[in-house]
């Protein structure tokens, strides 16, 4: 069982930066493919960025590329979303993952964590 505990999240003014953090508790952290996800309220929850297991490559939603970027650092056993020149419509509670399987363009994930609030005013 991997436990997954999100960081970084607050109240940022549209335009600014955030860093959110996932932390694993899982000593092979290194052998999953890592995802964030994003849940806004009345709305359902969508992919937006996954890393592979060695953070070779990465894959983003379109409504975040080239303003987010992921990554990851195994040593420590986390992943990083840098989100650049927020906008409004990123409020949301956001959810890392974890998937054994590797694949990175895919919804399917085995393990979420608890979630951090990104809050963006205009």
């Known amino acids: 069982q991997v436990q997954l505990v999100e960081s970084g999240g607050g109240l940022v003014q549209a335009g600014g930066s955030l860093r959110l953090s996932c932390t694993a508790s899982e000593r092979t952290f290194g052998s999953y493919a890592m995802g964030w996800f994003r849940q806004a309220p009345g709305k359902e929850r969508e992919f937006v960025a996954s890393?592979?297991?060695?953070?070779?490559?990465?894959y983003y939603a379109d409504s975040v590329k080239g303003r987010f970027t992921i990554s990851r650092d195994n040593a420590k056993n986390t992943v990083y979303l840098q989100m650049n020149s927020l906008k409004p419509d990123d409020t949301a509670v956001y959810y890392c993952?974890?998937?054994?399987?590797?694949?990175?363009?895919?919804?399917?994930?085995?393990?979420w964590g608890q979630g951090t609030q990104v809050t963006v005013s205009s």
């Open positions: 993952a974890a998937n054994s399987h590797g694949i990175i363009e895919t919804t399917e994930y085995d393990y």
């Open positions: 890393i592979s297991w060695s953070g070779g490559r990465t």
